[in-house]
C-alpha cells in the first residue's frame, strides 16, 4: 500500500521561506506532485518532480529525493495570497495507479 | 483557459434520495475523476473514468455509481443519499498520460439531512 504523510499545520510571516514536507511508503511510484488549494477554492496543480532533484518555478521549488522516501515543497518570499493548504499526491503502479494525495498542510502567512 | 465545471455549488437532499451531481470538461480530456474531500482525510477518489462507458472503482466507491456517456461529462450519483455522504466532491480531469496534472472543479458541498 501507499501513505503520505505531511504536517497538519505550518504559520509563516510574511517575505519568510517556508518548506512544506512530504514522507511516503510506497512500493515504488512515478514521481511526486503537489497542488494548492485556497479555502472554498479548487485544488491547482502547482508542479511535479519525476526525477530527484530540486524543480524551481518562480517562488515555488519542489524537491524528490527517492531513496529517502520524501519531498517537500518549498515557497519564498511568501505573501499572504500564499495562505492555502498544500498538498503532496503520488501515483503508483503497484497500487491503484490513481493518484493518491496527503492529507494536506494548511499554511497560514502573517503579516 | 481551461474549464471544469459542476453542476451546482451547493446542495441539500435528505435522505434516501436519489442525488446527480454532474461534471463538464471542456478539455478534451480522456480522464475524469469524482473526488470526496472531508477535513482530515484529505482527497479520497471514489471513481475514475478514461474513456465513455469505462469505470473504474476509486478507494471508496460504496454507495456511489458514475455514468458517462460523453467524452466531457461525468455524473456521479448516488443511489440512497446518506448522512455520511455530507462532504465535498470535487471533479478532475487530465490527458490519458498525465494523470499527475489535474483540472478541478469548484465543487459542490452536499448535505445530507
Known amino acids: 500500500g501507499q501513505s503520505l504523510e505531511q504536517p497538519s499545520e505550518v504559520t509563516a510571516v510574511e517575505g519568510a521561506i517556508v518548506q512544506i514536507n512530504c514522507t511516503y511508503q510506497t512500493s515504488g511510484f512515478y514521481g511526486l506532485s503537489w497542488y494548492q488549494q485556497h479555502d472554498g477554492g479548487a485544488p491547482t496543480f502547482l508542479s511535479y518532480?519525476?526525477?530527484?532533484g530540486l524543480e524551481e518555478t518562480g517562488r515555488f521549488s519542489s524537491f524528490l529525493s527517492r531513496s529517502d522516501s520524501y519531498g517537500y515543497l518549498l515557497l519564498q518570499e511568501l505573501q499572504m495570497k500564499d495562505s492555502a493548504s498544500y498538498f503532496c499526491a503520488v501515483r503508483s503502479p503497484y497500487n491503484t495507479d490513481k493518484l493518491i494525495f496527503g492529507t494536506g498542510t494548511r499554511l497560514q502567512v502573517f503579516p | 483557459d481551461v474549464k471544469v465545471t459542476q453542476s451546482s455549488r451547493y446542495l441539500v437532499k435528505r435522505t434516501g434520495e436519489k442525488v446527480f451531481l454532474e461534471c463538464v470538461q471542456d478539455?478534451?480530456?480522456?480522464?475524469m475523476f469524482w473526488y470526496r474531500q472531508d477535513p482530515g482525510l484529505g482527497l479520497r477518489l471514489i471513481y475514475f473514468s478514461y474513456d465513455v462507458k469505462m469505470k473504474e472503482k476509486g478507494d471508496i466507491p460504496e454507495g456511489y455509481s458514475v455514468s458517462r456517456e460523453k467524452k466531457e461529462r461525468f455524473s456521479l450519483i448516488l443511489e440512497s443519499a446518506s448522512t455520511n455522504q455530507t462532504s465535498m466532491y470535487l471533479c478532475?480531469?487530465?490527458?490519458?498520460?498525465?494523470?499527475?496534472?489535474?483540472?478541478f472543479g469548484p465543487g459542490t458541498r452536499l448535505l445530507v439531512l
Open positions: 478539455m478534451d480530456h480522456e480522464n
Open positions: 518532480n519525476a526525477l530527484d
Open positions: 478532475a480531469s487530465s490527458q490519458l498520460e498525465n494523470q499527475e496534472t489535474q483540472y
